[in-house]
């Protein structure tokens, strides 16, 4: 039995997630910069990367997510 985790979806599904992922991303950096949503789907992505093993694209996601500066209220 192998040791790594099965991952859920498909290629397809994950491309498809990744387009609808990257539509939102453009939506909230034009008009939501700040907002916990942008920052949610920044990691959505990154959790699409990291469902695909692309390491780095993950991590980049996952950091750019952390970098939102989210205002209090």
């Given amino acids: 039995?192998?040791?790594?985790r099965k991952r859920s979806g498909t290629p397809g599904a994950h491309a498809q997630r990744q387009q609808a992922l990257e539509t939102a991303l453009q939506l909230y950096a034009?008009?939501?910069p700040q907002?916990?949503?942008y920052a949610a789907a920044l990691?959505?992505?990154?959790?699409v990367h990291n469902a695909r093993e692309?390491?780095?694209?993950a991590q980049q996601r996952y950091e750019q997510a952390l970098a939102v500066p989210i205002p209090p209220g």
Wanted: aromatic letters at 6%; charged letters at 20%; a neutral charge.
């Fill in 30 to 32: 034009r008009h939501a």
């Fill in 1 to 4: 039995m192998s040791s790594r």
């Fill in 54 to 57: 692309e390491w780095a694209q």
């Fill in 43 to 47: 990691a959505n992505l990154g959790n």
């Fill in 35 to 37: 907002s916990a949503d």
